[in-house]
């Protein structure tokens, strides 16, 4: 069992960049699947992106391909999302999730953080 901590979520201008991380405690970190989701104001959670569990293979939806760079260093027990060119429509409260799977994308995540919210200004 893992507790997830997201951080670095604020305000930015469009077309800044934020690098939000998805921190870990309780199990070993190293073993679990992570993904990224957002879920804007009135609308449904959207999956943005994915790291297997040794940060060899990623993936992204074709929606949000090329602004956003999921990274993990599991010494630091972290999962990283780069995210560059924000738009204000990238404005959302950011959460991640994991389940322990060799999968890059396992069938659900059992265990999410609290969510950080990035809001984008005009």
């Known amino acids: 069992q893992v507790q997830l901590v997201e951080s670095g979520g604020g305000v930015v201008q469009a077309g800044g960049s934020l690098r939000l991380s998805c921190t870990a405690s309780?199990?070993?970190?190293?073993?679990?699947?992570v993904g990224w989701f957002r879920q804007a104001p009135g609308k449904e959670r959207e999956f943005v992106a994915a790291?297997?569990?040794?940060?060899?293979?990623?993936y992204y939806p074709a929606s949000v391909k090329g602004p956003l760079t999921i990274s993990r260093d599991n010494a630091k027990n972290t999962v990283y999302l780069q995210m560059n060119s924000l738009k204000p429509e990238d404005t959302a409260v950011y959460y991640c999730?994991?389940?322990?799977?060799?999968?890059?994308?396992?069938?659900?995540?059992?265990?999410w953080g609290q969510g950080t919210q990035v809001t984008v200004s005009s």
């Open positions: 999730a994991a389940r322990g799977s060799r999968l890059i994308i396992p069938a659900k995540y059992d265990y």
């Open positions: 790291i297997n569990w040794s940060g060899t293979s990623t």
């Open positions: 309780g199990d070993t970190f190293s073993s679990y699947a």
